[in-house]
């Protein structure tokens, strides 16, 4: 058939073919098909790993959205009970704020009970002052001290007090009204009199104002009312009437 023998066997230069008998070449058609059919099943068995996988993965992430959609919606149901909770509380305070500034007014007969604010000046008068200027130099200025007494009883705490009494004084109105504007105070400066004549960011020419430096608060027990305590650098305007002893 035109085949020669070569000496060197499978590794001389002049192999270009192989015979094989029946039986070896059946070997490696059987070899052949093994090898296909394993990796046919090798390919088999990751796709469905791989799906798997996928289906594993798309159940975790729906279980986990599920959860947060719960947990988002119970904090959103605890949100809202609290909302109402805090409305409720609000409205009660303010019903409970009003009912005690009317019974404070009728008890020191300040008419009209219903609207009379409940602030009143108990005594203004001008007190030596002592503050360190910018320099560390003690120095000393006359102010003037004012006693306001509130409405407010003195079971009230600490914290309830000054919290009302500073809005109530301070806070403006929705007309930008404050309560301490009707006795002649321009503003409130919330540190000592000498950080405040050096502030010129907050006001460059503060002697032209009446400015109030934090206000202190005090339990009278001979009244039984709670008394704001302000200094302020000029004396108060005008007194309206409804707020003299």
Not at 70 to 99: D, F, K, M, T
Not at 116 to 127: A, I, L, P
Not at 158 to 165: P, W
Request: charged share 30%; glycine share 6%; aromatic share 8%.
């Amino acid at each position: 058939m035109g085949y020669k023998e070569v000496p060197g066997g499978q590794t001389d230069p002049e192999c270009t073919h192989v015979i094989l008998t029946l039986k070896e070449f059946n070997q490696i058609l059987q070899g052949k098909a093994r090898a296909e059919q394993e990796a046919r099943t090798t390919k088999y068995n990751a796709e469905r790993e791989l799906e798997k996988v996928k289906r594993d993965a798309r159940y975790t992430a729906q279980k986990a959205a599920e959860e947060a959609r719960q947990v988002v919606e119970g904090i959103q149901g605890e949100l809202a009970a609290e909302r109402a909770e805090s409305a409720h509380q609000r409205s009660l305070n303010v019903n409970l704020l009003r009912i005690a500034k009317e019974r404070a007014n009728a008890d020191r007969k300040l008419k009209p009970k219903k609207e009379h604010t409940g602030y009143f000046v108990v005594v203004s008068e001008e007190t030596e002052h002592q503050y360190k200027d910018g320099n560390r130099h003690l120095k000393r200025v006359v102010l003037w001290k004012t006693v306001i007494q509130s409405p407010y009883v003195v079971d009230f705490s600490v914290a309830q007090a000054r919290k009302q009494i500073l809005e109530e004084l301070i806070l403006a109105d929705d007309a930008g009204y404050r309560l301490i504007d009707r006795l002649g105070i321009n503003g409130v400066y919330n540190k000592g009199y000498g950080s405040m004549i050096e502030d010129r960011e907050w006001c460059a020419e503060p002697d032209k104002y009446n400015i109030m430096l934090k206000p202190q608060f005090r339990v009278n027990f001979r009244s039984g009312y709670w008394e704001v305590i302000c200094l302020h650098t000029k004396p108060l305007g005008v007194v309206p009437k409804d707020m003299r002893v």
